[in-house]
């Protein structure tokens, strides 16, 4: 069951919270994850393109293929740092 996904990478728990509310309160996610973002994929907007399970670590993978869909998840603390989730598809 592949999944798409877009994410925000921060180093701090605190700003991943900071940058959920922005979102909530209508920021737009790619702005933010091209301006804040610590991953590569901020250049696409925090877009992570089509994955399947097993191809991100565990904690990331169990919010991707168990979370709602088109919703800012997290803050999901990994060895990289803190990710908001947003899974755009799974099929």
């Not at 990331?60 to 755009?88: A, C, M, R, W």
Request: hydrophobic share 40%.
């Amino acid at each position: 069951m592949p999944a798409t996904a877009r994410h925000i990478l921060v180093e701090t728990e605190a700003l991943c919270l900071q940058l959920k509310t922005e979102i909530e309160a209508g920021a737009d996610f790619a702005e933010i994850a091209k301006h804040k973002s610590s991953c590569p994929s901020r250049l696409q907007g925090g877009d992570l393109g089509a994955f399947r399970p097993g191809q991100m670590v565990k904690e990331f993978d169990e919010v991707v293929f168990s979370g709602e869909l088109n919703k800012v998840l997290g803050p999901v603390k990994t060895q990289f740092g803190y990710h908001l989730i947003e899974v755009t598809n799974r099929w």
